[in-house]
């Protein structure tokens, strides 16, 4: 029997694995509602998933072994100015695969998909005690620019 490939790499997702990519993404909505802060991102500020074939809001799947255990999700965002800002809306990689690479490949396809559409830099979010995440975008090239505060109400 050959042994599985443990490289990682990342495609644009297609149709086929809509089911997958669903099913990533509630366990990436579990992950992020159980973090400090996630409750209102999942309620609030956490985005669909596009179709396939949405050309505004590309997406790619990480794949392990032949397996796809990761998504990420992008779109640009044109601003006042005229200039075009890459957006990470969403990245995930399955619990058990992480720290092989999956997230990398799939980083870098975005990036590269970014840099061809005209954007000047690329925003992602991580929600506040999400060291990984954070770690992950900074070894990417990310540096913080902005923290959203949150005030709630203890009676509610």
């Not at 601003?79 to 870098?108: F, H, K, P, T, W």
């Not at 005209?118 to 990984?132: E, I, N, S, T």
């Amino acid at each position: 029997m050959p042994a599985l490939s443990r490289v990682a790499t990342a495609r644009r997702w297609t149709a086929p694995d809509v089911d997958t990519v669903a099913a990533l993404r509630e366990a990436a909505m579990v992950e992020a509602a159980s973090s400090r802060g996630g409750d209102l991102y999942v309620t609030r500020s956490a985005v669909s998933l596009p179709a396939p074939d949405d050309a505004e809001r590309p997406a790619w799947v990480g794949i392990l072994g032949g397996a796809i255990v990761g998504y990420l999700l992008g779109r640009r965002d044109h601003l006042s100015d005229g200039r075009v800002l890459g957006v990470v809306d969403a990245i995930y990689v399955d619990a058990a695969c992480r720290g092989v690479g999956v997230g990398e490949e799939m980083m870098a396809a975005a990036t590269a998909w970014f840099r061809t559409e005209g954007c000047f830099g690329v925003d992602a979010l991580a929600l506040p005690g999400a060291r990984a995440t954070k770690n992950f975008f900074e070894e990417s090239g990310f540096t913080a620019r902005m923290l959203v505060m949150h005030h709630r109400f203890r009676d509610r």
